[in-house]
């Protein structure tokens, strides 16, 4: 009995461990995981020079994400940069704040967003699914310094189409104290994340095939019978079994009529090989090209998302842009090192299909298991939450338990 599990992103790791369990894979069933890449990781992974693709942050209320972490021996590898609330720079008055993202914070009057938090019961309540444009139209100041850039990070989309209830979804789960504290890895997703899920299953006995695309599946009376590799056909026994961790275009490719999302948003990211000595720090920014501005020994990372219009700006002019609104960000929150006025080198990673588009309405959601013997996961298939690491580790552990083999062992 083998489970083959598609796709080595966070959704495919987290499955794949779910599937082999403690015990390993000697428990009844074997299980195998295929990456069409060279790398696993996927939409979050660690680029060949070790920087991230783009900066990853966790919230402390992720419970799925933080238990994953648990069990493959990595929680210790993410730290909360910014314990005493997330410093955020507005740079149109050039005003520093520190905010905390959670009602829980909100008793010290100066960590609470400007503008009028009782305005954010439209967020906590359950209210009509619009955009949060229209949902804050009257509170401007809240939706600029807070619902935005809380939104922007959340869902990747930008405000004027943003579901108010998804971002609900994600707010009353950082309700309770303590659940809003944001985590970074200290050294980056090859060693906070990648390779501890990669040491997990090999000490499971997971084997993992890189470079293996699954170029189609064949079906009859409801199963998968045939997986198709590139180079390798994988014909399906009885009580073998499929769990396809992909992305949504790749899912409905191949097979074809699945509900799924099908527009995405892009997320940029500015790596400047400038090394800051100190602690980790990340900061926020109102009013310019820069969102969120990562500080590490490693080097400096800037998070552009829902960039539609920065990701068709060519890597040379947008440096220089970012670089000056990181010297007015050390300037303001006090980061000590060199600080030339020269933008250092800098590299710019494009994901053109990052997350989904999270609108207001029903979302397009595929069924667990579109097959008697194949369960789908993915960061877009989990019900309540935007596409994120925490919906895409949820997804892949609820494919495993969808599995008929794994309630039957
Ligand atoms: C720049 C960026 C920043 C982000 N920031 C955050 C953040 O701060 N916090 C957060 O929680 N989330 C963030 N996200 C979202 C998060 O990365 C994703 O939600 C998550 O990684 C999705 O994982 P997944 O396993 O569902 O999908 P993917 O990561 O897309 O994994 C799918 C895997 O399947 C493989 N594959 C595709 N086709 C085939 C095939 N035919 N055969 C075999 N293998 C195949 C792919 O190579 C890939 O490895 C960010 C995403 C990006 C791009």
Known sequence: ???HVVGAGVAGLAAALALAGQRGADAGRAVRLWEAA??????????PDGRDNGTHALLAGNRAALGFLGAIGAREAWVEPEPDGLPLLDLADGSLRRIALSPSGWWRADRRPAGGIFALARLFGRGPDRSLAETFADRPELLRGFVEPLAIAALNTPVAEASTALLGSVARRLAWPGAARLLVAREGLGPGLIAPALAALAQRRVPVVFGARLRGVETEAGRATRLLFAGEQIALGRDDAVLFA???????????GLAAPGEHAPILNLHFGHGVPGPVRFVGVLGGLCQWVLFRPEGIAVTVSAAD????????????RAWAEILRAVAAVGIAGE???????????KERRATPRHRPGPRSLPPRLPLANLALAGDWTDPDLPATIEAAVRSGQAAARALPLVSRL
């Open 38 to 47: 060279p790398v696993a990781g996927g939409r979050c992974r660690a680029l």
């Open 246 to 256: 992909l992305p949504p275009w790749e899912a409905t490719r191949l097979l074809p």
């Open 339 to 349: 600080w030339p006025i020269r933008p250092p080198a800098c590299r710019v990673v």
């Open 1 to 3: 009995m083998t489970v």
């Open 309 to 320: 219009a920065e990701s068709e700006e060519p890597g040379e002019s947008l440096g220089p």
